[in-house]
T-cell receptor, first 114, second 114 residues
Framework: GDSVTQMEGPVTLSEEAFLTINCTYTATGYPSLFWYVQYPGEGLQLLLKATKADDKGSNKGFEATYRKETTSFHLEKGSVQVSDSAVYFCALTNSGGSNYKLTFGKGTLLTVNP | EAQVTQNPRYLITVTGKKLTVTCSQNMNHEYMSWYRQDPGLGLRQIYYSMNVEVTDKGDVPEGYKVSRKEKRNFPLILESPSPNQTSLYFC?????????????FGSGTRLTVV
């Protein structure tokens, strides 16, 4: 079945540092890829998405590029802020089935220190 | 404001006492789903519904029931809760079936079964 693997956390950075959170996937067909963010005590919010190969999703300074050849969707941000501290989930949905469920990675906790 | 509303936010109950977690969305979304989030396991789908009166099992449906009598509501029912159902639960909805569509999540219900 489909699966998502993302780098284990926690990740601790200083403010203005560069962020990369790695994400790779296994899926049949042509999945759509997502990054969700969960701030403390809140639900998940869609951060960005990409629906086909070579698409780049971007939002709030975060970017990720859909790389079919490496089955990856790494999340990057050039300069993180304390307010970016959260858990980040990589996820996919797959058009190969009827469910269109989100298959999630296990999440990466990011802490940004001032 | 477009949102998914879950109630209650926190619940402590005893083994075997039936409970219902409510979920309501005001966006006229067709697709709704329940997930549970556990440390080290990420989010796993419990049940989903593609429209009124259409529901189906996700990856971890044992011990849960759902119903979809109205488009806006998708309650999660635990007929006889057990301690292994202690978890953080999220309801999510999406406008329609489509691999590229993002989901809107509720704020979560933290359930403890003692």
């Amino acid at each position: 079945g489909d699966s998502v693997t993302q780098m284990e956390g926690p990740v601790t950075l200083s403010e203005e540092a560069f962020l990369t959170i790695n994400c790779t996937y296994t899926a049949t067909g042509y999945p759509s890829l997502f990054w969700y963010v969960q701030y403390p005590g809140e639900g998940l919010q869609l951060l960005l998405k990409a629906t086909k190969a070579d698409d780049k999703g971007s939002n709030k300074g975060f970017e990720a590029t859909y790389r079919k050849e490496t089955t990856s969707f790494h999340l990057e941000k050039g300069s993180v802020q304390v307010s970016d501290s959260a858990v980040y989930f990589c996820a996919l949905t797959n058009s190969g089935g009827s469910n269109y469920k989100l298959t999630f990675g296990k999440g990466t906790l990011l802490t940004v220190n001032p | 404001e477009a949102q998914v509303t879950q109630n209650p936010r926190y619940l402590i109950t005893v083994t075997g006492k039936k409970l219902t977690v409510t979920c309501s969305q005001n966006m006229n979304h067709e697709y709704m789903s329940w997930y549970r989030q556990d440390p080290g396991l990420g989010l796993r789908q419990i049940y989903y519904s593609m429209n009124v009166e259409v529901t189906d099992k996700g990856d971890v449906p044992e011990g849960y029931k759902v119903s979809r009598k109205e488009k806006r509501n998708f309650p999660l029912i635990l007929e006889s809760p057990s301690p292994n159902q202690t978890s953080l639960y999220f309801c999510a909805s999406s406008l329609s079936i489509g691999a590229g569509r993002g989901y809107t999540f509720g704020s979560g219900t933290r359930l403890t079964v003692v």
